[in-house]
């Protein structure tokens, strides 16, 4: 009987010869993400939902560990209340879904779509914050934002709803509320690392594209296979910038009022995206182990006699491994194996376990890996303990690859016109010491179309003694310029 | 030091005189969920989202065991896709919260925030189911809805924005799209008898009653302790209507095209302020043990002299237990040991543990039940499995008592004087016999204001041989009648 689901015709773009094309095809194809009829709005299927989740659970158990508890916030915010902060209105104004109509009433005062939840979250935190007793306060809250971008959207690049972690954090003193940052970075690189297979660049942002509202703020910066640089999960030091806007007041030990400092700090489905671009290959998605629905994939294979020995020997595989992966059969007989094959090399499922009438005979099935491409034969006896360790190897070998794009993606640039190489010609950091003026900033920016994407934490102190790579002063910064995405 | 948080006055209404003012103080002085300035939409604090949270996982391990995958899909839709089922706008046009502007722009076409997702994830299934190999499709997903009512808003019962699941599922035939109510529904009254410690009633509601689009609802009810009755979670069979309007067609195993066959389901945040509502006293929250975030308080009692000792005894004891409780240590020295046991009785945590100077020397603590008030001498060396038994113990107790009250509030009615007496004055549910006719159904409404919570069905039997009570003909339903919420 024909069966009528579309059949996929595969990746036709080359993800090294035309980035763009290469990732729509493997975002339209993959059944990981959809596009649905609202424009830069998609529909998360299980696949890509599932990585979500893990990536969330894992977040959250870190965060947790440090104390910090999660609320929710309304998803609408007055008017009044998100123009109390100007610089974050200033920020955001332009981007805001404003509901003005229920039912058919109009409304006194339009309510936005949160795009961000600072403003209804610090009206709340003014009341219940009273006494140093009461601090730190450390709260988080898992939703769903909406920013209507009018560049072009991007399945998770870039689009006009996406889903993040924002955590609110207010302290009694400005120490404490710095001293947090290392402990979110580290956390948000640990998940990136451990989950995502994804390594980044770790700085802090020029004050030219710091967060409407903060103090200053810091980045994990990634780089995309076309060379554009992509900010990932970010952390701002809020100061007191809120808390006076907001009126968010303590007694102090000393029976003296003071303002709150804060901080704020978010990963968002962004990195879905960054994870697909940087892993996948012109076969398709190559999902890191522990964000795969389905890790091990069994196809068996079979003429019309052995059917049914060799459904229940791939039937009993998966039960067994079931234990310590995530196991699915796949014995539909309107698609050959070849189709199959394809079929979930395409969705990213990182091992496939090839099972046929002569295997059973002699007891092996054929394993094959997602991410190198490499066969080989496995002994049934042993199948659970390699698969184990290649679910493991792969997570490894993805990050080893991706790390080694990262650094090599990585250019100390010597003068103005290998800066400007780098940015409008190879892609990658171009990393150069900087004098910290917004003239030298702005130059680039118009030169090149680039800006500095952030200056990292660990190389700081080489900009000692050098000369700013626009203006020949004095450096203050080591930075990393780029094209960003 | 004085320390300025404000002193909560304790809960001066009587739950048993004037439940609503006795719920609105205990949601105000509780800290478990706050108002915010927008009118109907709640902030979910620490112990109210921990509650939510635990639901969600509860929920969602029991929905993936069924192999129910989550998915998310956008928060806006699209006018033109709301409208396309006819019945489903007409009950959620009134409602609807849209956005008309971003930024400075108008909007071509308004966007809905979802009231619910039917017609957002229709569209996407009528392009990802093809074939009766894609059957059952079964997806859930967990979010917040807007509905703006304009009745009276009541915190967690009735509000403009609320969380919850909303299952979406597609099947082949009828008969397996029906089969999943059980599955489903007794999912949802185990979440309510195991973690919130609430029973319900399963019922199917009247056809007036049913969701706006669905062939026939399922509901649990509860009833209030003014005698109000309260729709919990709910199950709908859609039958084609929606297939049908959105064109979700498969073709079968004999190649023929058919519309598929869907139901949807929900439980939400709707059920925490019942859990509150029912298990709540007059001196505020009892939090059934395991929707508590924290379950054991412990305060230590001293002296200047002692308050080294006690109050590591108490850190001692709290890492001791914190392997089978969460515990949380008040060392607030601002606040009489009177004050905290009166504070943290508002809260609801379930179990106290006052440790002093003298029980230190006679090696014992005194243990207190929140739902009972009973104190009891624990031995330190007894106290962990005390504990743990305990926190058993009285979620067994808060069920068993809800159970009692529920079935104090199933009246059966023999009159349509006696079921008018029920809905105006006494409250609960009057179960009587019913034709089935919407004629009487109206007539009880307007009649007493109150209607049919659902029709229950392990009772239907019972209406064999029976006459309606509102008409006096054959009766075809056995029905709970009841003023609604």
């Not at 299927?45 to 599932?50: E, K, L, M, N, S």
């Not at 109009?106 to 779509?113: F, G, I, M, N, Y």
């Not at 489905?269 to 522990?290: A, F, Q, Y």
Request: net charge neutral.
């Amino acid at each position: 009987m024909a069966d009528e689901r579309k059949k996929e015709d595969g990746i036709t773009a080359k993800k090294e010869e035309n980035f763009s094309e290469w990732y729509i095809q493997i975002i339209s194809k993959s059944e990981f993400v959809d596009y649905t009829s609202v424009s830069g709005c998609l529909a998360f299927r299980p696949d890509g939902y599932f990585a979500w989740e893990i990536i969330q659970k894992a977040t959250n158990a870190l965060l947790s560990e440090t104390g910090i508890n999660n609320v929710y916030f309304p998803l609408l915010i007055p008017e009044k209340l998100l123009n109390k902060e100007k610089e974050h209105i200033k920020g955001f104004n332009p981007e805001v879904a404003w509901v003005t109509q229920t039912g058919n009433s109009k409304l006194d005062e339009r309510l936005a779509v949160r795009p961000t939840s600072e403003t209804i979250m610090y009206e709340s935190y003014s009341k219940w914050i009273r006494s140093w007793r009461d601090l730190p306060l450390r709260y988080n809250q898992w939703n769903s934002v909406v920013r209507w971008e009018f560049k072009h959207p991007t399945p998770l690049l870039r689009g006009r709803e996406f889903l993040w972690n924002e955590g609110h954090t207010a302290f009694a003193t400005k120490e404490e509320a710095e001293n947090e940052k290392d402990t979110i970075l580290k956390i948000y690189l640990s998940v990136l690392k451990d989950y995502l297979a994804l390594p980044g660049i770790m700085g802090r942002k020029t004050d030219s594209e710091k967060f409407a509202g903060a103090e200053a703020s810091y980045s994990i910066e990634h780089i995309l296979p076309d060379g554009a640089a992509i900010q990932g999960p970010i952390f701002h030091l809020d100061g007191q910038n809120f808390s006076k806007s907001f009126g968010i007041k303590f007694l102090n030990k000393e029976g003296k009022t003071e303002y709150v400092y804060q901080n704020t700090f978010a990963i968002s489905t962004r990195e879905l995206g960054v994870m697909l671009s940087v892993h996948g290959d012109n076969k398709g998605l190559v999902i890191p182990p522990k964000l795969a629905r389905i890790q091990v994939i069994i196809i068996p294979i079979y003429n019309n006699d052995a059917k049914e020995l060799v459904i229940k020997s791939a039937n009993d595989l998966s039960k067994k491994l079931s234990a310590k992966a995530r196991v699915f059969v796949d014995d539909n007989d309107s698609y050959s194996p070849g189709w199959k094959f394809h079929e979930w090399e395409l969705r990213g499922v990182p091992i496939r376990i090839e099972i046929g009438e002569r295997d059973i005979k002699a007891d092996k099935v054929v394993v094959y890996r997602r991410d190198t491409g490499k066969k080989q034969d496995v002994k049934i006896g042993d199948l659970t303990k390699e698969i184990e360790s290649l679910l493991e190897e792969i997570h490894q070998n993805l990050y080893n690859n991706a790390l080694k794009q990262l650094k090599s993606n990585i250019h100390q640039v010597h003068d103005y016109s290998e800066l400007k190489k780098i940015i409008t010609g190879t892609g990658g950091f171009a990393e150069a010491p900087w004098c910290g003026s917004s003239k030298c900033e702005e130059k680039v920016k118009s030169d090149t179309k680039g800006k500095i994407s952030n200056m990292p934490l660990d190389i700081q102190e080489k900009a000692k003694g050098k000369k700013c790579i626009v203006c020949g002063e004095e450096a203050k910064h080591m930075a990393n310029f780029a094209k960003s995405y």
